[in-house]
């Protein structure tokens, strides 16, 4: 049979048929539909809407303002971004500053997620490189026209360079801010010619990051570092179990500590809302709250995990079936099987979660690090009685959020606006600010999974049969991304599983979704950061039961899927993977995985002490993530990726004990330190391919990279995460 390939996510989503617009002096936007619209003419820098949609706005003074839909939360998306449009304008990148877009879906929707403006899935670039080449192209056309009505001369004869448009005959030259109020009179045009790549000046080079400057003197806002005149600080109590709610409070005790002003209790629990954080942190230390726990979550891990080992035993619902792996497997002539355990993990950013909020009778004013502005535009709107017209957002810099800030509840945003509400809705601005406990114990966790495979090779040594079943909990069951579950199927749950890559005759992966209180939440790679895990962990073991290198079985597998085997290639390659073996105590593994269209191969090469200590020595990493806009940025993001997994291997793990969180703080849920981070090394395969993501997809190989590379040190293998969890975990 031959084989077929689920398609990823991105693949499978619609992309929206989006518009552009302009603003203010000179502002060019952009229509999918081809509809032409005029630029009104106006006074120099008067606002002159053009469009729906505005992406560049270029000022008198030469200043070239790109505005980005897509949240900076450290992942060099303004960079990229401005990087994409400034290439095709020919702007001197000196002048480029970036401003983030108001709440806004009718002009800056994410065109893979839908009407939905938005940050996630590694799609910031993918989704804006034909919008943002096309807006930059009109702009620099636009321009051209100005000058050539100007100069009398043909468009042909023009060059630009640099934010300056050349005529060399005549040796005249205009900058771009000389031309603004001719070229804003101008109609947009309905198509203009992109740039052969062979001419692009920025993309594909690495200019300066657009935030450096701002992040090194202090002035970048991250909302943590907000202050407003007469603004008010508030502490949110929440329960300690999932589930439970407020049964009764007493805030007598919180109202004595200087600086508290109020206690109010809204949906989520009981806030203390004073002049400082620490005043806040001092009433709600002092509050007595009783909680109806009657629908809480109260076993503990250890019995969760339990009941999802009877669940992949039990009939499952298939995510892919194709041809009779049971059959196969049965009759194979050998016959590999294993499971994985993964625990809860947190997504704890180097910013916990906050949001400013000044709400009145009429309107509501938000500026936090948001990543899904509509949906926490339409949440909030609801919270406070209002229209998500009368609900603006500014999105400030995140510290970080793998995902965390992305959720359908918008559980932060709607905290801060409840107890604004519950304040007295009187424009008194007031910061809710999560602690690290709050962060660590506040949910929306990456869900506590169960992997259980089985694999048949035939006397040829073949791979003829794969049986996959997947046990955990759903992220988009019960959410507005529930019509998305095509038979009950989360497909956040299966992704990495469901669409492997491998040339198996015979596959079938199987789901069963548990069922838990505890809420969850898409971490950093998603599904693929345990479905790539079990997969490539699995595929070793399958090799080594074949007799076969780990590398040439998975290249032979990969023969249909040329990109991936050139990753794999690739990394094997600068790694010298076909070296002498390694000495004692010491291993190399390779693990290869494609997500949101990247392909990302690793080698990693480790050393086990006699007490089974695990030290990464260095990653090897090969990336496929097309056009490489910003090679530093995309080295980057493998860089941290690999430091984000690495981590969440060896020493991650959010457990309950009586439903309760036992961790607290980076005591306790552990993250990856300096002097434990390996050398890495980064290689982009060079492609004329469409961009495609790079934020989330170096997460994935890492785990299995690593535990394949112990196997290949002591001859045990990794099967329970963290790795540093019990030597139990090496069978």
């Known amino acids: 049979m031959s084989q077929t390939r689920t398609p990823s996510r991105l693949e499978r989503r619609t992309f929206l048929k989006g518009a552009g617009a302009a603003v203010a002096a000179l502002t060019v936007g952009f229509e999918w ?24 706005r270029i000022g008198s003074d030469n200043s070239i303002t790109i505005i980005a839909k897509h949240i900076e939360m450290g992942q060099g998306s303004y960079t990229g971004l401005a990087t994409i449009l400034a290439d095709e304008l020919d702007a001197d990148w000196t002048q480029v500053r970036v401003e983030s877009a108001p709440a806004d879906a009718e002009r800056y929707a994410n065109l893979v997620f839908g009407k939905i403006q938005g940050t996630g899935g590694s799609s910031s670039i993918a989704n804006s490189w034909p919008q943002l080449r096309d807006a930059g192209a009109k702009a620099r056309a636009m321009l051209v026209a100005a000058a050539s009505s100007e100069w009398h001369v043909s468009e042909s004869e023009l ?82 179990l999932f589930g439970a709610t407020v049964k009764s409070f007493d805030g ?74 049971r059959k196969a497997i049965d009759e194979a002539a050998r016959k590999i099987s294993a499971s994985f355990e993964f625990p809860y993990l947190a997504h704890a950013p180097m910013e916990p979660l906050d949001a400013v909020v000044k709400l009145d009778a009429k309107s509501c004013e938000i500026w936090a690090g948001d990543q899904f502005q509509t949906i926490d535009q339409m949440n909030a709107a609801q919270t406070a009685g209002l229209t998500p017209a ?10 970080g959020s793998f995902g965390r800030r992305a959720n359908t509840v918008s559980d932060y945003i709607v905290e801060a606006v409840s107890i604004a509400k519950a304040y007295g809705a009187d424009g008194t601005p007031i910061k809710l600010q999560w602690t690290r406990e709050d962060d660590i114990r ?47 199927i989360d497909s956040t749950s299966v992704e990495g599983a469901a669409s492997i890559a491998y040339a198996i005759p015979n596959i079938a992966v199987d789901l069963a979704t548990a069922k838990s209180v505890v809420p969850v939440l898409w971490w950093r790679v998603v599904g693929s950061s345990h479905t790539t895990f079990a997969v490539e962990s699995f595929i070793d073991e399958v090799a080594h039961a074949a007799g076969a290198d780990p590398f040439a079985f998975r290249r032979k597998l990969l023969e249909h899927e040329p990109r991936m085997q050139r990753v794999l290639e690739l990394a094997a390659e600068k790694a010298g993977w076909s070296a002498a073996p390694m000495p004692k105590g010491k291993g190399r593994g390779i693990a290869v995985c494609e997500a949101f269209n990247s392909f990302v191969a690793q080698v990693a090469e480790v050393s086990v002490d006699d007490a ?65 981070a390996p050398k890495v090394e980064v290689y982009i395969v060079p492609s004329s391919e469409k961009p495609t993501g790079v934020g989330e997809p170096g997460v994935a190989p890492i785990g299995p990279a690593v535990a394949n590379a112990v196997f290949a040190a002591t001859g045990k293998r990794v099967r329970l995460f963290p790795f540093s969890k019990s030597d139990s975990a090496r069978s």
């Open 159 to 240: 060059t630009v360079d640099k934010s300056v448009i050349y005529h060399a005959a005549s040796k005249r030259q205009a900058s771009f801010g000389s031309l603004v109020k001719k070229a804003a009179a101008l109609p947009v045009p309905d198509k203009v010619q992109l740039k052969d790549p062979k001419n692009f000046k920025l993309i594909g080079t690495a200019p300066p990051r657009v935030d450096v400057l701002a992040k090194c003197d202090g002035t970048a806002q991250f909302t943590i570092d907000v202050e407003m005149p007469g603004m008010l600080v508030a502490l949110l109590k929440r329960a300690p």
């Open 612 to 676: 089974g200590r695990i030290k990464v020595d260095r990653v090897v990493c090969a990336v496929d993530c097309g056009t490489a806009v910003n090679p530093d940025i995309i080295k980057a993001q493998m860089e941290g990726g690999i430091g984000f997994g690495l981590g969440a291997a060896l020493f991650g793990a959010i457990t309950l004990k009586d439903g309760r969180v036992e961790q607290s703080n980076f005591n306790d849920y552990r993250v990856l330190r300096m002097n434990e």
């Open 33 to 56: 539909s081809g509809a032409t619209r005029s630029a009104l003419a106006a006074a120099p820098n008067a606002a002159a809407p053009f469009a729906p949609n505005a992406f560049v």
């Open 442 to 488: 506040g949910g929306l966790y990456r869900p506590m999974y169960f992997h259980k495979l089985e694999a048949g090779l035939n006397s040829q040594n073949e791979l003829v049969g794969w049986r996959h079943v997947i046990v955990g909990q759903s992220i988009m069951a019960g959410t507005i991304f529930a019509a998305g579950m095509k038979d009950g």
């Open 252 to 325: 007598a005790a919180a109202m004595e500590i200087p600086g508290v002003v109020k206690v109010v209790q809204v949906p989520r629990g009981v806030a203390v809302i004073a002049k400082s954080f620490w005043s806040a942190k001092q009433g709600r230390d002092a509050l007595t709250v009783q909680w109806d726990d009657s629908k809480a979550e109260k076993r503990g891990s250890a019995q969760m995990m339990e009941e999802y080992r009877r669940l992949a035993d039990q009939p499952a619902l298939p995510a892919r079936k194709q041809g009779d792996a």
């Open 390 to 399: 009368q609900v603006s957002i500014h999105t400030l810099y995140a510290g």
